[in-house]
């Protein structure tokens, strides 16, 4: 048998299984071992396929991408659509990044979770996805890579160094070219080679990992691996490897493509082109194992961090894991390879087994040879630490130390740290020398850098020197409660609590803190309040605490644990709170109220507290706890105890109602003293309580002081009327007059009448508060009335000159309504001077018919100066009114206000009111007033010189019913007067814009038809006859033909807007403008006929292109060639070749391209010339031109006459140009096969082969054909459609023919044998084996396999299947197809090689049905990969165990449930009782009892004895002695009951035999039992049944252990004393008879009195065995001795 291979090789999935079809270097990538991303087309539209490797789900979306990749880490995915760039994360659905790149992307790839490289033609690019910065240029390109396929890109960790892989053809092989960069030292170097990786590795001795650089370099005679270390400052050692190796002599061309590194274990994994596998070891580069793992290219590989290995995709789909077995790596490298350094080397870097006995022997060889430093190294070094054990140690211990050199021990100890860690044992025996010599700072060093396996016997060694080391080694060796007790012996007690809870230790906390209290109480607090704040609830009872510390009268300790204890201030906590307060109120009662003040305790015995600070003094907390009015009201009346912010504060929670009765007591019980806090309260709570009633309070006890300081902090922002005037009214009342002066000037909420009664009522020295009153609202008729009947007229005087002149208007009124003198009035207003407002004065004094009354004050104010508008417009009124020339003054004065003046003047005189509204422009008011009184003439001339177009608009808006009146007046009057041409401009525009055409019209005519100085006016023409065309079309002709300087142009286009077709033709002519007058002709009016006419009467070439034009239009092809040629036109021969060819017209046509050319080279002419040529069968003009100087498009030509079955021009054309192909496809048309196949040679096209092919076939030219065929089969892509096209016309055997001749050819591809394969299927199944043999490795296997399902060919299915490495299916094959496929050989050869276990077992259930004498053999080649379980569970069911028993008994070592089971089941229906009973002993995985219950019935003694046995063994001793007992079996039942180790079981079976006399079975139970038999139980039985001569042996050795205790008990408890005091009879206890001979006991002949025949007691000083009492010897058929206490020596029964 073959030796295992080193290693692991496993296929986890296989893409077509998934869907996916198309596996090229291009379509697929891999980043990491989570996903593989493939593009292929799905129903036309390109998608990209994201497989999940964890679960093999696939992911398909559409996106038009030429590239994508995967993100090794997440599911993020990148795109590539030209040089856009794109980043989608697909689980949250969002655009991560996008980019353009300037130049084309040659290859990119992710180089870590984050970023991507992306490499050009001139550079490569990181671009990081992290931020918005585009991607960062690395470094150039070297010439070395250029024209090479890029493969692979790769970075170190740290994306410090870079190495950029490309391939090329050269001497014919593939050679690869690398650039390896230095991104700090900015470096490139050039190297050769195909494959290349970047390790991070720690080499041995090294103090940190290393960057490894390895490539392989791959010439035409040999290859070399390179291993070098990069970016590193030489400290690791490692030293450059170049070691050479061989490629096999088959793979001559073959050449790396994958390179992977197993960064664990430290080997390289190296993939070739032709499936080469090599594995090198990465620190000496040798060789470990190569071997060919498959036909297919891996194209894409990454690293298989799982396995630590290589993950690929081969051409076939296929997703492979390879990666070192680390069970058979080291064996294979010692044994197969015979590199026992090697195998050394990766087993101690790695630990792995297999190299036990190498290490063994080195390690010997070494101590032999006195090399201890070697000795120590093997030892230090062993795979899995064999070598470092206590007999190691001891070895070395033993060794002498040499001279200058340090103690072997050492120099082993020394090793270990420098490499590893000392384990348990080292740690302990290097501690002691290090600790005796005062060193353990060393320790606590090893200890941090983890050198050390600290366990709790070395804690206890180091204990004895230093307590702070200690306690970390019990910490790192989690021995928990020595780490409390070290925490505790330091007083680190906040440290204890956070390491339980950390490490989940129960500890005794209540005893734990009692002593902690006891040595350090200001400590023991924090430590309290840890083990009461644990997160998951308090670790001891806080009574408990609270009793401990006040034991010992800790009132501030305890108060701070419960204070910690209380801060969440929860409801349950009330007890404690209440607790907390008492003891405090009685030791210390101010702590008590800071506590309450400041912690917020709120849950505790409110009354019970507020009782006891009541008696301490505390009648503020005592107010603030009570619950109770009656309680408070008492408490309350000590003011002066209480602060009075906080009684303040107090009243915020009482009712409405209880607060004025406490303020009432307060006030009853001291008014003056509890005023001011009386008035505070009402000031604090009068919103809540409302004023009302503690006004009524107040006023209870006449305080209007208090009222008054009471709503003083009110008033001023109170809304109330009420308490207002109440204060106004305590002001009074209190003489606080100037506060009654502010109130009334700044309050906006009193109740104005009611205050002003109230004032008046109250007869004040000063009237300034009721003055104040009614100037603010309102009251100044009342006010004057009151002051002038009171004869208080300096007050008004004050009032208006000093308060508010603004109301003397209204003072001025009243005081006429009163009938004061005028002379009194005049002075007053004089007085007050131009503060008046003249407006309201002259409308007080005009109300009143006395406005002259004024002349004199206003004369004044005009002499000063004024410009007022309200003192001009009162002089205006009055000159109006006194008749003195007002039109002048109207005209003159500028500072009136026309508005004003002349709404004045609209009732006396309408001229007036007309000059003032003109004057200033008051449009609405002018246009009423002239309405009104007809002045319409005015109106027109205002509106003609104001020049708005509003104003127009609202006076020519056809509401208006005054509008004709008004367009009357501007057309005869105002118009015409005016010669300004702003003036007609504005006027015409109104017009216009008023939709007045005929209004407008008539106006026009009046300004241009008529003398005028605007009748040549252009401006004044264009828009006559615009508006004609709008509004009187038939009056359009007239104007054009009497007017002269208008705009021709324009007034024609327009008119051909409003259709008006004929006037715009004769503008256009009248302008002489012919080619837009036969414009009109053409496309307007549609008259051909007439601009012929036209056209030919003004004979200009652009008229007869116009009608060409127009001609070609309307399929007048003839005429229209006729006008072009007239106008020498060749701008529109498109659209003439286009009519031409539609209507046939080659002739004309042909004339007419004969004139283009003539004036125009363009080669769709002379193109088109040629086929109208054709067309008309002119083939000697043609061949003319085409023989000429010519740039016509021949190629198209001759296509279009090849379509059009012009067959004879196509071939001139096509000749003409040597187009061979056309030429070929030509004459195959005209039936001339053997041309065309010499054509089709010249042309050598693969697509003119094809329709030469096709049409030899059809024309049954089949030599020609398989001629032509051989050209086209070379082809992969056009195979499939040769086949389907002679398939589809029965020509199967010229298929044949055609193909197996072309396998001859040079270039024959892996698709003809193929197809080939595939016909021989169909066709001629007979030769289908032979075939596939010879060239199975150059066919497309899935497609052939599909083939031969289809055609049932069994035998080769299978056969493809094994060399396709699809075994699983190859299995299936056999096992459904046994007739035809199965072979016993080749199918153990293919069922160890499949992937899916089912396959196994229904491999199993086909070799039970099928073949059953061979299914052993196969289960024996599956031992190592079936789950023997379930073979055993099938097989059962299927009933055929014992068929398998071989198997079963091969494999039961391995102890498992179902094997055992098995094996027992066949022993039993076998009756091998002793087999079976090897078995149970052997194999323990049974269940035992189902067993002993089955053996129990059994008929056989042996099996029943089994299952008392098994009863034994599983505790069971009732049920075991019973079946002992039933069988006679005394022996097995007396060794049950001493195993159970009871005293019931042993002295149940005791009865039984007194019951049944068996005094032989009795005596040996009591030596058998004797350690769990009742001495009681043993002399009743004896005594009760004359047994006691059998018991006798039992009871003495009994005694003698009884006196041996007591003897040892009361040494301990009274102590020897002087020899001198025992022989006087000192008190102590009499001496006890010990160590003299006891008597002998014999009877006549020695015997034992009572005692059976043969048993006696004899000797000197007596004997018997050890353990037995001296003097007693056992002999006799039944005789037994007592070893050991326990044991057994049985006789025969």
């Not at 004024?866 to 039109?887: F, G, L, R, S, V």
């Not at 508006?1027 to 021709?1048: H, Q």
């Not at 025949?1653 to 037994?1680: E, N, S, Y």
Request: a negative charge; hydrophobic letters at 40%.
């Amino acid at each position: 048998m073959s030796a295992p291979l080193p290693i692991k090789f496993r296929e986890l999935l296989q893409l077509p299984s998934v869907g996916l079809s198309e596996f090229t270097f291009g379509n697929v990538t891999l980043s990491s071992e989570k996903f593989i991303c493939t593009r292929e087309a799905q129903g036309g539209k390109p998608h990209v396929n994201i497989v999940d490797l964890s679960n093999g789900s696939v992911q398909r979306m559409p996106a038009p991408a030429d590239s994508a990749i995967m993100n090794p880490d997440s599911r993020i995915l990148a795109l590539k659509a030209g040089n856009q760039l794109q980043v989608f994360h697909l689980e949250e659905k969002r655009k991560v990044k996008e980019h353009t790149m300037d130049e084309a992307v040659r290859f990119w790839c992710w180089i870590s979770g984050n970023t991507i490289a992306m490499v050009t033609d001139t550079a490569v690019f990181h671009w990081s996805l992290e931020g918005s910065f585009p991607p960062a240029k690395i470094f150039d390109r070297r010439p070395n890579l250029a024209g090479t396929q890029l493969i692979s890109y790769r970075t170190d960790h740290a994306q410090k160094w870079c190495v950029l892989i490309g391939i090329k053809q050269q001497d014919g092989r593939v050679v690869g070219q690398m650039q390896l960069y230095s991104v700090d030292r900015k470096i490139s170097q050039e190297l050769e080679g195909s494959a290349a990786a970047f390790t991070l590795y720690q080499v041995p001795g090294a103090e940190r990992p290393s960057t490894l650089f390895s490539f392989v370099v791959r010439s035409a005679t040999a290859a070399k691996l390179y291993v070098l270390e990069v970016g590193g400052d030489g400290s690791s050692g490692f030293q450059k490897r170049a070691v050479e190796f061989q490629f096999p002599r088959e793979a001559a061309g073959d050449f790396p493509v994958r390179m992977e590194t197993a960064r664990k274990f430290g080997t390289i994994f190296l993939v070739t082109k032709f499936g080469f596998l090599y594995v090198f070891d990465l620190l000496s580069g040798k060789t470990i194992f190569m071997n060919r793992i498959g036909q297919h290219t891996v194209f894409a590989s990454c690293y298989h961090q799982s396995a630590d290995g290589l993950l690929g995709i081969n051409a076939a789909g296929q997703v492979l894991s390879i990666s070192m077995d680390e069970n058979t790596v080291v064996p294979y490298i010692a044994n197969q390879l015979g590199d026992v350094e090697l195998a050394l080397s990766i087993a101690s870097r790695n630990n792995l087994p297999g190299a036990e006995d190498l290490v063994q022997q080195q390690f010997g060889q070494a101590l032999a040879a006195g090399d201890v430093a070697k000795a120590a190294r093997v030892a230090a070094t062993s795979p899995n630490g064999i070598l470092r054990n206590s007999g190691t140690i001891q070895r070395f211990k033993s060794m002498p130390a040499q001279p200058g050199q340090a103690p072997p021990l050492l120099q082993y100890f020394s090793i270990i740290i420098d490499s590893s860690k000392l384990n348990e044992l080292e740690s302990l025996e290097l501690a002691r020398p290090v600790l005796q010599q005062g060193k353990g700072q060393l320790l606590e060093k090893w200890l941090q850098e983890d050198k050390l396996s600290p366990t709790e016997e070395l804690g206890d060694f180091v204990r004895q020197h230093d307590l702070k080391l200690a306690l970390s080694m019990y910490h790192k060796a989690e021995v928990k409660h020595k780490v409390i007790a070290c925490l505790a012996e330091m007083q680190e007690y906040d440290k204890i609590v956070a390491y339980a809870k950390k490490v989940g230790y129960q500890a005794d906390w209540a005893y734990l803190l009692q002593n902690v209290v006891a040595a350090n109480p200001q400590g023991a607090v924090g430590f309290a309040q840890m083990l009461l704040g644990a997160a998951e609830g308090p670790m001891v009872d806080v009574n408990m605490v609270i009793d401990c510390f006040m034991q010992r009268n800790l009132v501030a300790e305890t108060t701070s644990i419960l204070l910690d204890l209380l801060k969440e201030n929860k409801p349950e906590q009330g007890e404690l709170q209440t607790r907390l307060l008492e003891i405090n109120l009685v030791h210390k009662p101010a702590v008590a109220d800071a506590i309450i003040e400041k912690y917020g305790l709120s849950h505790y015995d409110k009354d019970r507290i507020a009782q006891i600070c009541e008696k301490v003094g505390l009648a503020q907390r005592a107010l603030q706890l009570y619950t109770r009015i009656e309680d408070a009201k008492r408490v309350m009346l000590n003011t002066h105890a209480i602060q009075l912010d906080f009684l303040v504060d107090y009243f915020q929670k009482l009712s409405a109602e209880d607060a004025i009765d406490c303020m009432r007591e307060l006030l009853r019980s001291n008014r003056q003293q509890n005023m001011q806090i009386c008035v505070k309260i009402a000031q604090r709570y009068s919103e809540k309580w409302g004023t009302k009633g503690l006004i009524e309070l107040f006023e209870s006890f006449s305080a209007y002081d208090g009222i008054f300081y009471f709503l003083s902090q009110l008033v001023a922002t109170s809304e109330d009327a009420d308490v207002i005037f109440k204060y106004i009214e305590a002001a009074c009342k209190t003489g606080n007059f100037q506060e009654v002066e502010r109130i009334v000037r700044e309050s906006n909420h009193y109740d104005p009448p009611r205050v002003k009664e109230f004032l008046k009522e109250a007869k004040l020295a000063d009237q300034v508060p009721l003055i104040i009153v009614c100037d603010r609202f309102d009251f100044i008729e009342d006010l004057t009335r009151y002051l002038y009947k009171n004869n208080m007229s300096r007050y008004i005087e004050i009032y208006v000159t000093q308060v508010n002149s603004a109301q003397t208007p209204a003072v001025i009124g009243a005081l006429l309504d009163l009938d004061c003198n005028e002379d009194y009035i005049r002075n007053l207003v004089k007085a007050v001077g131009g503060a008046c407002p003249i407006d309201d004065l002259v409308a007080q004094v005009e109300k009143r018919n006395r406005l002259k009354l004024l002349f004199g004050y206003l004369e004044d104010r005009l002499k000063e100066g004024n410009q007022e508008a309200a003192t001009h417009n009162a002089m205006c009124k009055i000159y109006i009114d006194m008749n003195k020339d007002p039109e002048s003054v109207l005209l003159n004065n500028p500072f009136y206000d026309s508005r004003v003046v002349g709404a004045y003047c609209e009732n006396r005189d309408p001229h007036l009111a007309f000059v003032a509204y003109k004057r200033g422009q008051c449009d609405d008011e002018l246009l009423a007033v002239t309405n009104k009184n007809g002045l319409f003439r005015s109106q027109a001339r205002y509106l003609v010189e104001r020049r708005d177009p509003a104003l127009f608009a609202k006076v020519l808006d056809e509401e208006n019913q005054h509008r004709r009146s008004v367009i009357d007046q501007v057309v005869q009057t105002a118009l015409p007067e005016s010669q300004d041409p702003d003036d007609v401009s504005a006027t015409v525009k109104a017009f216009m814009a008023a939709n007045l055409p005929n209004e407008l019209i008539e106006l026009l005519e009046k300004i241009v038809l008529e003398k005028s100085g605007f009748s040549g006016n252009r401006n004044l023409q264009n828009l006559l006859i615009l508006t004609a065309i709008k509004a009187d079309p038939s009056r359009v002709m007239n104007y054009i033909t009497r007017l002269e300087n208008f705009d021709g142009l324009d007034i024609a286009n327009i008119a051909l807007d409003a259709e008006l077709f004929e006037e715009a033709f004769v503008v256009f002519k009248k302008f002489e403008l012919h080619t837009e007058a036969i414009d009109v002709l053409l496309n307007h009016m549609k008259n051909i006929e007439r601009a012929y006419e036209f056209a030919e009467r003004v004979r200009e070439p652009a008229v007869f292109r116009l009608l060409g034009r127009a001609q070609l239009n309307a399929s007048m092809v003839k005429e229209a060639i006729d006008s072009f040629i007239k106008a020498e036109s060749h701008e529109f021969y498109e659209e003439v070749i286009e009519a031409a060819n539609r209507e046939g017209t080659f002739e004309d046509l042909v004339r007419y391209l004969r004139m283009c050319r003539l004036k125009f080279k363009e080669s769709k002419i002379e193109t088109e010339l040629a086929w109208a040529l054709a067309k008309t069968h002119a083939l000697s003009d043609l061949d003319d031109l085409v023989s000429g100087p010519n740039s016509a498009d021949i190629l198209a030509v001759g296509d279009r006459c090849f379509t059009d079955g012009l067959y004879e021009a196509a071939k001139l054309l096509f000749n003409n140009i040597s187009n061979f192909a056309r030429l070929a496809t030509t004459l195959v048309k005209l039936e001339d096969f053997a041309g065309g196949v010499d054509a089709a040679r010249k042309a050598n096209s693969t697509r003119t082969w094809k329709e030469v092919a096709f049409a030899c076939v059809e024309a049954a030219e089949f030599r020609l054909a398989q001629i032509c065929g051989l050209h086209i089969v070379i082809h992969a892509d056009e195979l499939e459609q040769v086949v389907d096209f002679y398939e589809a016309r029965g020509h199967t055997e010229e298929l044949l023919a055609l193909i197996e001749n072309g396998l001859n050819l040079e270039r024959a591809h892996v698709g003809m044998f193929t197809e080939l394969a595939v016909l021989y299927s169909k066709y001629k199944p007979q030769k289908l084996m032979e075939h596939i043999k010879l060239f199975y490795n150059r066919m497309n296997i899935p497609k052939v396999l599909r083939a031969c399902e289809k055609g049932q060919q069994w035998p080769e299915l299978t056969f493809l299947y094994i060399h396709y490495d699809e075994y699983d299916n190859a299995a299936l094959v056999m096992i459904k197809h046994p007739v035809d496929a199965w072979d016993h050989s080749l199918f153990k050869d293919v069922i160890v090689k499949v992937a899916n276990l089912e396959i196994y077992y229904k491999a199993i259930e086909f070799y039970l049905e099928c073949q059953p004498l061979k299914l052993n053999d196969l289960l024996m080649v599956l031992a190592q990969r079936i789950d023997h379980t379930r073979t055993v569970n099938l097989v059962r069911k299927l009933g055929h165990l014992a068929a398998i028993k071989a198997y079963l008994l091969s494999v039961q070592e391995a102890n498992i449930l179902a094997v055992n089971v098995a094996v027992n089941e066949q022993y039993i229906e076998e009756e091998d009782f002793t087999n079976l009973r090897t078995s149970i002993d052997s194999y323990s995985n049974i269940d035992t009892l189902a067993l002993a219950r089955t053996l129990e019935k059994h008929d056989l003694i042996e099996f029943r004895r089994i299952a008392a046995y098994l009863y034994k063994e599983n505790g069971r001793a009732d049920q075991s002695i019973a079946l002992s007992k039933a069988d006679c079996l005394w022996k097995d039942a007396i060794e049950t009951a001493a195993c159970s180790k009871k005293a019931g079981p042993c002295e149940e079976l005791l009865r039984f035999f007194t019951e049944n006399g068996r005094k032989d079975c009795f005596a040996a139970c009591l030596y058998t039992c004797y350690d769990y038999i009742r001495p009681d139980v043993v002399l009743e039985l004896a005594w009760r049944n004359d047994m006691m001569d059998f018991a006798m042996p039992y009871l003495v050795q009994m005694l003698k252990e009884s006196s041996e205790k007591l003897k040892a008990l009361d040494e301990r408890v009274f102590p020897k004393q002087e020899e001198g005091e025992e022989m006087m009879g000192g008190g102590g206890p009499p001496p006890m008879m010990t160590g003299a001979p006891p008597p002998m006991m014999t009877g006549p002949g020695g015997m034992m009195p009572g005692g059976p025949p043969g048993m006696m007691m004899t000797g000197p000083a007596g004997f018997a065995p050890p353990g037995q009492a001296p003097g007693m010897m056992m002999t006799g058929p039944a005789a037994f001795a007592r070893q050991n206490q326990g044991g057994n020596a049985f006789g025969s029964f």
